[in-house]
């Protein structure tokens, strides 16, 4: 299977500093690119989508302002969150797909985000 | 937008035992995956299964998609086999977005 790395795997940071996580697809050219967030003990609920090359579509009810994605090539995919504030304190996972070798999704280990 | 819905969700089993997890799903799908998220987070992939069965060692998958439903077999559970297990659908657009479900949770007690 493919692998898809994420970085970092945990972050601390204050409140009203902005935090960017990367997401690599290792061995494969994602086309497209998923970004998720999942609380503790839930589900995983989509944040947008990223389309190398393209603006990023976000899901209902989610800030576009505030969770800033960038598909620069089509092995990078980068989340930033902006003046970051407790209540988005959680855990971040992305995805990738390439649409040739393989058809389904590959997630990335995930991001643990602690905002204080 | 599509319900994916997820049962049981809690399952303890001891060592040894079988069970069968079940996926309904609300509407048309183009694909499906199941996932085993382990106890640091990581999602890994069980199966791609848009329909039909497939096999991977202790754990098979069946999906019916006339009728909506996959399930999930796991036979002689291993404590490993703790975690949480998701099915996601990917919805019948061109936006191939993965819709999870709610997942259950399985503990293997030795």
């Known amino acids: 299977g493919a692998v898809v790395s994420q970085h970092p795997s945990w972050v601390i940071c204050k409140s009203g500093t902005s935090v960017k996580i990367e997401c690599r697809s290792l061995?494969?050219?994602?086309?497209?690119m998923f970004w998720y967030r999942q609380f503790p003990k839930q589900s995983l609920m989509l944040m947008a989508t990223s389309n190398e090359g393209s603006k990023a579509t976000y899901e209902q009810g989610v800030e576009k302002d505030k969770f800033l994605i960038n598909h620069a090539s089509l092995t990078l995919s980068t989340l930033t969150v902006t003046s970051a504030h407790p209540e988005d304190s959680s855990f971040y996972i992305c995805s990738a797909r390439d649409g040739l070798a393989y058809n389904e999704q590959f997630f990335g280990p995930g991001t643990r985000l602690t905002v204080l | 937008g599509i319900q994916v819905e997820q049962s049981p969700p809690d399952l303890i089993l001891q060592e040894g035992a079988n069970s069968t997890l079940r996926c309904n799903f609300s509407d048309s799908v183009n694909n499906l995956q199941w996932f085993h998220q382990n106890p640091w987070g990581q999602l890994i992939n069980l199966f791609y299964?848009?329909?039909g069965t497939k096999q991977n060692g202790r754990l098979s998958a069946t999906t019916v998609a006339t009728e909506r439903y996959s399930l999930l077999y796991i036979s002689s559970s291993q404590t490993t086999d703790s975690g949480v297990y998701f099915c996601a659908v990917e919805v019948m657009d061109s936006s191939y977005k993965l819709i999870f479900g709610s997942g259950t949770r399985l503990l293997v007690r030795p």
């Open positions: 299964i848009p329909s």
């Open positions: 061995d494969f050219q994602a086309t497209t």
